[in-house]
T-cell receptor, first 115, second 112 residues
């Protein structure tokens, strides 16, 4: 009964490959996100989707393409992987709580290593 | 200037100590404020929201000063299990989901 799940947990791949990371939430939330946490542990938002509509796209290279087939899923496809893409990618989902305040719940992360 | 700045760490404190973390944010249009906690190799988890009136949750007290764009977290009677990285987080949006901006985190290590 994991709330936000991601697959795979670890991903090791060669430069130039294309890979996908999947995310699913069973919380009934309307909004889902992708974050990147780099080697310095700095966590930065990449994308958000609300009801399958792209809301935030934060100057991410267009090699990264999010896809939301339905409200419960937000996948991330990465083309032509580069060394600098190595990071931990977190999926999150959120609901609007009291006073319009968002509470975000994070998945366990996908550790991507590009060789 | 970073959008959210925190005290550089790490903080190394003995059990039972009181420790305070400070954070400033640059955008006065920020909507809501949080402290998240991240354990080593784990995902961030919400510790508490921060309200202008200040709020307390057990040993944790959070304060927000909108005028000076300053957020704080006080941990009293620290436990070994409090060891983690504490992330100051600001939400820039109100509708259609949030846009969380994270500080760089402050690492806390509580020693016996």
């Amino acid at each position: 009964d994991t709330a936000v799940s991601q697959t795979p947990k670890y991903l090791v791949t060669q430069m130039g490959n294309d890979k996908s990371i999947k995310c699913e939430q069973n919380l009934g939330h309307d909004t889902m996100y992708w974050y990147k946490q780099d080697s310095k542990k700095f966590l930065k938002i990449m994308f958000s989707y609300n009801n399958k509509e792209l809301i935030i796209n934060e100057t991410v290279p267009n090699r990264f393409s999010p896809k939301s087939p339905d409200k419960a899923h937000l996948n991330l496809h990465i083309n032509s992987l580069e060394l600098g893409d190595s990071a931990v990618y977190f999926c999150a989902s959120s609901r609007v709580g009291l006073a319009g305040v968002e509470t975000q719940y994070f998945g366990p992360g996908t550790r991507l290593l590009v060789l | 200037r970073k959008e959210v700045e925190q005290d550089p760490g790490p903080f190394n404190v003995p059990e039972g100590a009181t420790v305070a973390f400070n954070c400033t944010y640059s955008n006065s249009a920020s909507q809501s404020f949080f402290w998240y906690r991240q354990d080593c190799r784990k995902e961030p988890k919400l510790l508490m929201s921060v309200y202008s009136s200040g709020n307390e949750d057990g040993r944790f007290t959070a304060q927000l000063n909108r005028a000076s764009q300053y957020i704080s977290l006080l941990i009293r009677d620290s436990k070994l299990s409090d060891s983690a990285t504490y992330l100051c987080v600001v939400n820039m949006l109100r509708n259609q989901g949030g846009k969380l901006i994270f500080g760089q985190g402050t690492e806390l290590s509580v020693k016996p």
